[in-house]
């Protein structure tokens, strides 16, 4: 039984007062969705609360943790350094957390860009981390919350195609993976 209030306490030490907040926001979320698509509510809440655990430090020192740790970064990653706290806080997860469920670890993986196939742990935490109530109003954003509840698929198409237009917009490369995510949950 892994020790969720534990895990709790260490991440209300190490992350910023509002990335804590988030954090909860997502766990809650997780576990609400849990509950509606009949998924595993504990391993639900545990991938909300540590998705964003690798987001304990800045950029640079994200990098130089990897390096440390022998992660090795895509190409993309390197390009879009905001998309390495994903594979960082994964690792983080297994190592200092103690998680080995590998669903859980994928969730964690997963949460910034999707994948397409995703399991419907992925799926629920991909849509927690855009719908959770913190989240400041982003384009669709309640159109994502009422499918989150009644079509998850539609919902990860939704919130995958907000953001390929919002990166569009302020001029920020895209990483393929978010790309192939809209264009599996789109048409399925
Ligand atoms: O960690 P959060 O802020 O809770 O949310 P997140 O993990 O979904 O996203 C972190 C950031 O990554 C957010 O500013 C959007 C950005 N992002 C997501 N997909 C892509 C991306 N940035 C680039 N450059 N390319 C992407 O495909
Ligand atoms: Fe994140
Ligand atoms: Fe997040």
Not at 17 to 40: F, I, K, N, Q, W
Not at 43 to 59: F, I, P
Not at 142 to 170: D, H, K, M, P
Request: charged share 25%.
């Amino acid at each position: 039984m892994t020790d969720i209030t534990g895990i709790q306490k260490k991440l209300e030490k190490r992350l910023k007062p509002e990335r804590y907040e988030h954090t909860l926001g997502v766990m809650y979320t997780a576990a609400s969705l849990a509950m509606c698509h009949d998924a595993d509510i504990s391993k639900a809440m545990l991938a909300g609360l540590l998705h964003d655990c690798g987001k304990y430090c800045s950029g640079k020192e994200q990098i130089r943790l990897c390096r440390e740790f022998n992660i090795t970064l895509t190409e993309s990653e390197r390009k879009m350094p905001a998309l390495i706290h994903a594979k960082l806080g994964a690792y983080l997860a297994e190592h200092e957390y103690n998680i080995k469920d590998s669903d859980i670890l994928g969730a964690i993986t997963y949460h910034t860009t999707g994948k397409p196939e995703m399991s419907l742990l992925e799926k629920i935490i991909y849509i927690a981390d855009y719908i959770e109530p913190g989240r400041q109003e982003i384009p669709v954003l309640s159109e994502v919350r009422s499918a989150a509840f009644s079509n998850l698929n539609r919902a990860v198409a939704l919130s995958a195609g907000s953001t390929i237009s919002y990166l569009q917009n302020v001029g920020r490369e895209i990483d393929p993976a978010t790309v192939r995510t809209y264009e599996f949950y789109h048409t399925n």
